[in-house]
């Protein structure tokens, strides 16, 4: 077995595309859960994300900001908020992750891609969430083909033939992105995903409201229900 890093295979959409089996969805109403119906924000939660705003904009005016800084200013607070760090759920950093090459690629036969999580929120036994931050210095569109990698690496969830919902957040601390997937459980068939629109700091509403209330509508769909 050959391991080979992800971020060195998929750089693409397209090669994302292809090696993974990917299609993204043209029906408007496959990601719905970053549209609404969503959580509300109490004031105190929304100062508090108008702290982080604030925080945020102080730090970057003066230069770029690396991961550990994003992680510390702006995304663990933005998990805590969202009730991740909470049970039932659980926290996982730096988690190494692989993912078997499909045979539709001769090249890269036999080859097994391998990256790392910097956040994994679990529960119970199952990966649920994906949360990868990055420098301020990193185009949010440039980690959409690995992200999808890691989201199909992720352990099954249910019993096929069913598809199952996987969700990721990519932020580089300015800049935050959802991604679904809907994998499909035959692994010939094509899973479709779709993407968010981009949320920042930079319009003069406080766009870290719609990514705390997406977190928490997110989090709230991963707690099974009461039998």
């Known amino acids: 077995m050959v391991l080979t890093a992800i971020t060195k295979v998929l750089t693409t959409l397209e090669q994302a595309e292809t090696l993974l089996n990917l299609s993204r969805s043209v029906d408007p109403g496959f990601f719905p859960e970053w549209q609404g119906p969503l959580p509300p924000l109490t004031e105190a939660e929304e100062a508090r994300?108008?702290?982080?705003?604030?925080?945020y904009r102080y730090h970057r005016r003066t230069g770029h900001l690396a991961e550990g800084v994003v992680n510390l200013i702006v995304l663990s607070p933005l998990l805590e908020l969202a009730g991740f760090y909470d049970p039932p759920f659980q926290l996982r950093a730096e988690r190494s992750i692989s993912l078997e090459i499909p045979p539709v690629s001769p090249e890269l036969e036999g080859q097994t891609l391998q990256g790392r999580l910097d956040f994994l929120v679990v529960q119970g036994s199952f990966w649920l969430a994906i949360v990868e931050s990055k420098g301020t210095d990193l185009n949010l569109e440039d980690a959409i083909p690995q992200t999808l990698a890691y989201l199909l690496?992720?352990?099954p969830q249910g019993q096929p033939p069913a598809p199952t919902p996987l969700y990721a957040m990519v932020t580089n601390g300015g800049q935050?992105?959802?991604?679904?997937?809907?994998?499909?459980r035959v692994t010939s068939t094509v899973s479709d995903y779709d993407l968010s629109?981009?949320?920042s700091h930079l319009p003069l509403g406080n766009q870290l409201y719609d990514v705390a209330r997406i977190l928490k509508g997110l989090g709230q769909r991963m707690i099974p229900s009461p039998v």
């Open 153 to 155: 690496a992720s352990p």
């Open 176 to 184: 935050f992105l959802f991604l679904k997937v809907m994998r499909e």
């Open 197 to 199: 629109p981009f949320f």
């Open 49 to 55: 994300l108008d702290r982080l705003r604030a925080r």
